[in-house]
DNA sequence: CTTTTCACGTACTCTCGGTATGTGAAGGTA
DNA sequence: TACCTTCACATACCGAGAGTACGTGAAAAG
């Protein structure tokens, strides 16, 4: 296939756009970002822009798409470190709450994303991310047994729920103790779903 | 103090603005919503618009005002229906639910709201209304002993996080069977907080 | 009755997302 | 290698909508 000039440099271009638009949008958010300063950052014209994405959301989409990938390959990381079930839950969500407390993701995932895009292609792009992990995660305790016999869906909707909140809580006014007080916290609410109702291990 | 004239009007001019904008708000969401609509609905001009408000953004945030504090009274009626403090915490919650599923509530309150704003904006805001509630509720069970010793406030907000997504979730595609199970697993772990095991009446 | 204030209307500006069209190099074809 | 097509952009322009400057008439003050 030759690896032609034009596909390199089309995609070099697209890279730079994304990039430097991930960057403004998380520092400034999306609605006091123009594609005026996208594509001078960038070094293109808005021309480049419009021929590469269909207008400014959907420039935000390739965007949200990258920062989601990433959240979801640091989760699929910490809980393909486990064999244990139970582990990779545990190890999922703790990785979950550190990547979601960095203010260049939140923004952009958890702030700005449902509002540019709708909530509903917001959420569809997040269970195609990490809330599919957590999901996956849940059903494999289910299934073997760990978890009270209860419908996945809406549990994963309110964990997913209460780590957005969490992290958004953490990154705002968060100290070292807060992450940890919360950690407490949502492990306790995670070891009640369990079948046996002993606690382990917070940390 | 006579009632004035000029205040009566002042006062219906800022409610026409404000009821108009949140039906609009609600419907289309704050980007769809051009304020020559709003001007246009509620039979005034962009010059009284501008002499009561700040702008767009200053409309919307009397438009959340006034949503979040209907939803807090919503709120705060199911739990003064009671005198456990358990009761009143989890006829709370349940309100909150309830009032949170309605799409003309949502968009506005936890889907724009956070991004028109700034999610600390959003957040100070959203703790002088029901969060509010949520946190006091706690502290009550915490004070009484009825909840294991621990801090309140990440806690609150990861609850409030969950019960914000599970709103949205069950608005997108949620039927009463949905609801009753988010019930269920939200009265799960609302249990697991109390320093008896012993489980409650879910329903 | 004069003067000031205030609530609002009118007309304008200006930023910014989006579009229509031009252009030159890459790549196929004879 | 001459020609033609395609493609990845650049340039110039348009329209919508947020925000502003200024005018006005009635209410309140004195």
Redesign the interface.
């Known amino acids: 296939m030759a690896a032609t000039t034009r596909a390199l440099q089309r995609e070099r271009t697209r890279r730079a756009l994304v990039g430097h638009a991930r960057r403004l949008f998380a520092e400034h958010?999306?609605?006091e970002v123009g594609l005026a300063q996208v594509v001078a950052a960038a070094s293109v014209t808005k021309g480049a822009l419009y021929h590469q994405f269909d207008g400014k959301a959907d420039l935000f989409r390739a965007v949200l798409e990258e920062v989601q990938a990433e959240v979801a390959a640091a989760v699929a990381d910490a809980a393909e470190a486990h064999d244990d079930p139970w582990l990779r839950l545990t190890a999922g969500c703790r990785a979950f709450l550190t990547a979601s407390t960095d203010p260049r993701v939140?923004?952009i995932m958890?702030?700005?994303g449902?509002?540019?895009l709708?909530?509903?292609t917001w959420?569809s792009m997040d269970e195609a991310g990490s809330a599919r992990h957590l999901a996956e995660a849940l059903t494999a305790l289910a299934d073997a047994g760990v978890l009270r016999p209860?419908?996945i869906?809406?549990?994963a909707?309110?964990?997913?729920?209460?780590?957005?909140?969490?992290a958004?809580?953490l990154a705002?006014s968060g100290t070292d103790r807060?992450l940890e007080?919360?950690w407490?916290?949502?492990s306790?609410?995670l070891?009640?779903?369990r079948t046996d109702?002993a606690t382990r291990g917070g940390r």
């Open positions: 958010g999306y609605a939140q923004r958890l702030v700005d449902p509002a540019i709708g909530w509903d959420r209860q419908p869906a809406p549990l909707h309110l964990l997913s729920g209460a780590m957005n909140e969490a958004l809580w705002s807060d007080d919360v407490t916290a949502l306790g609410m070891d009640s779903l109702t």
